[in-house]
């Protein structure tokens, strides 16, 4: 698809949003342009994508859907672009990372658990130290905590054969526990 008939579908998906997304704002309501434009810049540099218009469909179907959890539509463009890279280089499908994010912190990229895990996957700070690293604030940086936490759910995966509720609980710690 030629560049400028992509945006301009693009464009018209922006404008025909249903769904939850036009719940939160009426019909008569125009998309944000600073949205519009902070999604095209996202897709120009979109690299995991197979085409513009997958990264345009996806990009925006995914930042409107995560508009209450991530309000910053830089912040929320950043995590969704990081989370698809990540995940696919990773060989994971990107929207059971998301799951993992919703799950693991509600997309806050602050967020520490109870058992000290770190960051939007809740990675432990052991890790940082195992990677010859010594500063765990490392994990509240978006790049960082994405890669290991995607690196971390496909090892446990592979080790549990593909079978995500086994690799998930021991993502999340939980193997061998119900509760």
């Known amino acids: 698809?030629?560049?400028?008939?992509?945006?301009?579908?693009?464009?018209?998906?922006?404008?025909?949003?249903?769904g939850d997304a036009a719940a939160q704002r009426s019909a008569d309501e125009p998309v944000d342009p600073k949205l519009r434009v902070a999604l095209l810049?996202?897709?120009a540099e979109a690299e995991s994508f197979e085409d513009r218009f997958t990264a345009e469909v996806w990009l925006?179907?995914?930042?409107?859907?995560?508009?209450?959890q991530v309000p910053d539509s830089v912040e929320r463009l950043h995590i969704l672009k990081t989370?698809?890279?990540q995940a696919t280089r990773a060989e994971l499908p990107p929207e059971l990372v998301l799951a993992v994010i919703d799950?693991?912190?509600?997309?806050?990229?602050?967020?520490?658990?109870?058992?000290?895990?770190l960051g939007l996957m809740q990675v432990m700070p052991?890790?940082?130290?195992?990677?010859?690293?010594?500063?765990?604030n490392m994990l509240f940086d978006i790049e960082f905590n994405v890669l290991l936490g995607c690196r971390i759910l496909k090892?446990?995966?592979d080790m549990e054969d593909g079978d995500y509720v086994q690799g998930l609980a021991r993502y999340n710690g939980s193997t061998g526990r119900r509760a």
């Not at 698809?1 to 249903?18: E, K, N, V």
């Not at 052991?126 to 010859?132: M, S």
Request: aromatic share 12%; net charge negative.
């Open 1 to 18: 698809m030629r560049p400028r008939i992509a945006t301009l579908a693009f464009c018209t998906l922006l404008g025909a949003i249903s």
């Open 41 to 43: 810049e996202a897709v």
């Open 60 to 68: 925006s179907d995914m930042s409107m859907r995560l508009t209450k």
């Open 83 to 85: 989370v698809h890279q």
């Open 103 to 117: 799950v693991e912190s509600d997309f806050d990229r602050f967020a520490i658990s109870s058992a000290s895990a």
């Open 126 to 136: 052991f890790w940082v130290n195992e990677l010859g690293q010594s500063d765990k």
């Open 155 to 157: 090892y446990y995966l």
